[in-house]
C-alpha cells in the first residue's frame, strides 16, 4: 500500500521559512512524477511545484507564484521529496498536499494525472 506522508508545515512570520517533507512508502518513485499541491480556504486546489525523474534525468517546475523562493528536492535513498519555502508570504497560507505519478510522462501542472496524495499539512504565514 502505497501512503505518502508530510510533514513540516506550521506558523511562521512573513519573511520566513519552511521545509516541507514528503516520506513515500510502499513503492520506490525512481522513475516517476512527485509534487506539491496547495489549497487556500475558499479557493481551487493549485500546482506548487515538481520534479519529473526519469532514467536519464531529473527536471523541476514551479508555479510562478513561488520561482525564485521555494525550492523541490528529493533523497531518492530516504524516498523523501522535500520543499524548501523561502521568503514566505501571507498569500502562500494554505493546506499543502503531497502527490505522486507512477507516470513519469505526466503532465505535472494537474493534479488529475497523480495516483497518490498525502493527507495535507497546514502552512500559516503571518503577516
Known amino acids: 500500500q502505497v501512503q505518502l506522508v508530510e510533514s513540516g508545515g506550521g506558523l511562521v512570520q512573513a519573511g520566513g521559512s519552511l521545509r516541507l517533507s514528503c516520506a513515500a512508502s510502499?513503492?520506490?518513485?525512481?522513475?516517476?512524477?512527485m509534487g506539491w499541491f496547495r489549497q487556500a480556504p475558499g479557493k481551487e486546489r493549485e500546482f506548487v511545484a515538481a520534479?519529473?525523474?526519469?532514467?536519464?534525468?531529473?527536471?523541476?517546475y514551479y508555479a510562478d507564484s513561488v520561482k525564485g523562493r521555494f525550492t523541490i528536492s528529493r533523497d531518492s535513498a530516504k524516498n523523501t521529496v522535500y520543499l524548501q519555502m523561502n521568503s514566505l508570504k501571507p498569500e502562500d497560507t494554505a493546506v499543502y498536499y503531497c502527490?505522486?505519478?507512477?507516470?513519469?510522462?505526466?503532465?505535472?501542472?494537474?493534479?488529475?494525472?497523480?495516483?497518490?496524495w498525502g493527507q495535507g499539512t497546514q502552512v500559516t504565514v503571518s503577516s
Open positions: 520534479l519529473r525523474m526519469t532514467l536519464s534525468a531529473t527536471s523541476t
Open positions: 502527490a505522486a505519478s507512477s507516470n513519469s510522462g505526466a503532465q505535472v501542472y494537474t493534479g488529475q494525472e497523480y495516483d497518490y
Open positions: 510502499g513503492r520506490s518513485f525512481s522513475r516517476s512524477v
